[in-house]
Structures are given as C-alpha cells and as structure tokens.
C-alpha cells in the first residue's frame, strides 16, 4: 500500500499569490524526499529534495519544510506563475524504493 | 544522454498482443526503475535494477509482466498478452545510484484496444 499522501487533491491560488502544498508520510524509516511536478502529458520532474536530517530546503521560488516529529512534508511555491500549473507529487523515499501520494492538483487563476 | 529516454512515446496495442517498452537511462546511472501510472492516479512501483540484476520485482503485477537490463544501461519492458487494464503510462526512472535524485523520463502510453 501506499505510504505517502497528500491532504488536499486540488489548489487553485491566484497568480501572484503564494502556493502551499502538504504531504503526510507515514514511514519514520524514510530518509529523503522530494517533490516532483508533472505536466500533463509529461513525465514527473524534479523540483527539490530534502534529506531527514535537514527540517528545511530552498530553491528557486521553492521551499521545502519536513516535520520529522508529525511526518509531515510541504512545499512553498513563491509568487505563484500560470506555468506553475500541474499536479504535485511528494514522495519518500526508504532505501532505495520511491513511494508516491495521490497528487495534488494546482490550478492558477490569472 | 541528457534526460532519460523512453521508447516508444506511444503504443496502441490489440489485447492479446505482447509489447515492449524500452529505457535508455542517463549514461552513468546504475539505478534504474519502471514504475506504472494510470489516468489521473500516483505512480505504482513496479521494479528496480541495480546495475544488471533486479534486486526488487515486487511491483510486477503478475507473471505478464517482465523486464531486463543489459550492460547496465538499457531496460525493456515486456508485457506479453497484453489486456485492457495494462492500458497507463510507464515511467522509467534512474538515479547515480540508490541515495541520489532519481530522474524520471516522459514515459510509454500503453493503450491496449
């Protein structure tokens, strides 16, 4: 079964506006995770990861929080753009096997 | 290669019919996975190589379904009779090696008619 989820199926936010996305993992032996965007038609792509002994990550408009304590995953999406549209995926990783969510989907309106 | 390449980007097959999925990972990746994703779900395990060998086929969904690597490099992905719920998309993954990004490519659309 799956370990990995996402609270919410679907996001809209206004362009401009700051996106949230949250993940709940289950697996406290997971060590890394990351977040993956996909297109439609497209494969997933990589967005940032975070490794269990970090609690917070940057990127380019990108942040990734991990909350150890409550398995609890999220990604920040600053001045959120209508290419920033597509569905979101966390997964976390133990050992070698990734284990991926449902998705969310985000939706930008101009 | 730059990316991971996946071949054929689409396939319609009559069920019954046998179809192979092909993987060129990034050059240098010894890690190296198929995983499966129908319309609108997350993507379902299905194997992973190490190098040559497949040290997890739990993801296979039956005896259908089988997969190889040679040379450490390209996979093939083979589902012999073939049936409508084969019908998804099939991501090939690599990374460097087990505790490294793992990249995936822009996936096979398997539609079995």
């Known amino acids: 079964g799956e370990s990995v989820g996402l609270h919410l199926p679907t996001l809209s936010v206004q362009e401009g506006d700051n996106s949230i996305i949250n993940c709940a993992y289950s697996?406290?032996?997971?060590?890394?995770f990351i977040w993956y965007k996909q297109e439609s038609g497209k494969g997933p792509q990589f967005i940032i990861d975070i490794r269990s002994n970090m609690d917070k990550r940057q990127g380019q408009r990108v942040t990734v929080l991990l909350n150890k304590t409550v398995k609890h995953l999220s990604l920040q999406i600053a001045a959120t753009q209508p290419g920033d549209s597509a569905v979101y995926f966390c997964a976390e990783r133990n050992d070698y096997k990734l284990s991926f969510g449902a998705g969310t989907t985000v939706t930008v309106r101009a | 290669g730059a990316g991971v390449s996946q071949s054929p980007s689409n396939k319609v097959t009559e069920k019954g019919k046998d179809v192979e999925l092909r993987c060129d990972p990034i050059s240098g990746h010894t890690a190296l996975y198929w995983y499966r994703q129908s319309l609108g779900q997350g993507l379902e395990f299905l194997i992973y190589?190490?190098?040559?060998?497949?040290?997890?086929k739990s993801g296979l969904p039956s005896d259908r379904f089988s997969a190889e690597r040679t040379g450490g490099s390209v996979s093939t992905l083979t589902i012999q009779r073939t049936q409508q719920e084969d019908s998804a998309v099939y991501l090939c993954?690599?990374?460097?090696?087990?505790?490294?990004?793992?990249?995936f490519g822009e996936g096979s659309w398997l539609t079995v008619v």
């Open positions: 993954a690599s990374s460097l090696n087990n505790r490294n990004t793992i990249y």
């Open positions: 697996n406290s032996a997971s060590d890394y």
């Open positions: 190589f190490q190098g040559n060998s497949a040290p997890d």
